[in-house]
């Protein structure tokens, strides 16, 4: 689900399904190799496993066993794990540019304007990439040698994929980051502050940054949440607030341009409140999603009194009736 559509300019719009459309375009190049690599590897144990054994259930010798190891382990081997990380580096380059153009393009103007550079966070996650995607590999092929049954060497072949799951993660979260590190630098540079734009499914924490602004050159505040607990109690710099975050950073310079009456920070908050009595933050557990509602109840709301008894009936039977609109 996408951003409060109704609430925001539509330019606004456009440069998140552009981010979005960046993010889901570098998880699946950056995997599509691995991806495929591995459709042929789950296949090849199907076929092997039966023609020797009759079906998945059945049990074959131990040589003709030893056999089938040896075939998938050397086709993980021929698996390479330096393409992902090295396309990243060009998706980040990519993010980069596209988070320079949207905040250029907010803020008028690019004289004087330095092109942002990798932030700190991104590079650190892209050097340690390939030693993580190794030790996924390495764990799922100590997992295969020893495999005795077919679900076992399922299970191995699962273990050693976690390297796709991981680029793709990691993708989505580095390009995202890389854009809203963009649009902070030309935002600092031109001394405009940030708006914060939660989707209306984002987590517990997330929805408690919505419409936050943050003074030109300083981070967002630390330890906000609807949730239990803060995710940190350091300050914000801009999000992802953590891996699978689709939050986003604009330059806000204020209500009045362009977007008529409407005090979109103020509308901002209200819709992330109404997400929570709404019960609608898709990567929060029920249990956690139920005590932040009740919790935003007794703090008091000004959202509609219906809004609020369905919250309060959704407290009381400990289900939210809701799905996302
Ligand atoms: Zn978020």
Same mark, same amino acid.
């Given at each position: 689900?996408? %951003? ?28 599509? $190799?691995?991806?495929?690599?591995? !459709? ?11 023609? /020797?054994?009759?079906?998945?259930? &059945? /049990? ?17 081997? !021929?698996?390479?794990?330096?393409? +992902? ?21 907010? =803020?008028?103007?690019?004289?004087? /304007?330095? #092109? ?6 991104? #590079? ?26 077919? @679900? ?12 796709? =799951? ?13 854009? $809203? ?23 517990v924490h997330c929805l408690a940054y919505a &419409? ?9 505040? +630390?330890?906000l949440t609807f949730g ?29 341009? &362009? ?7 103020? +509308?901002?908050?209200?819709?992330a ?9 898709? @990567? ?17 709301? $000004?959202?509609?009194?219906? /809004? ?8 009381? %039977? ?8």
């Amino acid at each position: 689900m996408g %951003t409060p559509a109704q609430i925001l300019p539509e330019t606004m719009q456009s440069y998140a399904q552009q981010v979005l459309a960046l993010e889901e375009k570098s998880a699946e190049l950056a995997s599509k $190799n691995m991806d495929e690599d591995f !459709k042929k590897i789950f296949q090849k144990a199907i076929s092997l496993w039966v023609k /020797v054994s009759g079906s998945v259930q &059945g /049990v074959p010798s131990d040589n003709a066993r030893t056999a089938i190891l040896v075939v998938l382990t050397k086709m993980l081997n !021929k698996i390479d794990l330096t393409i +992902a990380p090295e396309f990243l580096m060009g998706a980040v380059g990519m993010g980069l540019e596209m988070g320079f153009a949207q905040a250029l393009e907010e =803020t008028g103007g690019k004289e004087k /304007v330095k #092109k942002p550079v990798i932030s700190p966070s991104v #590079k650190e996650a892209l050097d340690e990439m390939p030693g993580k995607l190794e030790q996924q590999m390495k764990d799922g092929k100590k997992l295969l040698a020893r495999a005795q049954t077919f @679900s076992q060497v399922i299970n191995a072949l699962s273990q050693a994929r976690k390297v796709v =799951t991981t680029t793709e993660r990691t993708a989505r979260w580095a390009t995202n980051e890389s854009v $809203n590190h963009s649009v902070r630098s030309v935002a600092d540079q031109k001394k405009v502050p940030l708006l914060w734009i939660p989707e209306r499914n984002a987590c517990v924490h997330c929805l408690a940054y919505a &419409g936050k602004v943050s003074k030109p050159g300083q981070d967002f505040p +630390a330890g906000l949440t609807f949730g239990d607990k803060p995710l940190t109690t350091e300050k914000v710099k801009n999000p992802p607030l953590h891996p699978n975050c689709r939050c986003r950073v604009f330059p806000w310079r204020g209500s009045k341009r &362009g977007v008529g009456a409407v005090d979109l920070p103020a +509308a901002l908050e209200r819709e992330a409140q109404r997400s929570v009595l709404k019960g609608w933050s898709e @990567s929060t557990s029920n249990a956690e999603r139920l005590r932040a509602a009740d919790r935003l109840l007794q703090a008091g709301t $000004n959202l509609p009194k219906t /809004v609020q008894s369905e919250a309060k009936r959704a407290v009381n %039977t400990g289900t939210f009736p809701n799905p996302l609109p």
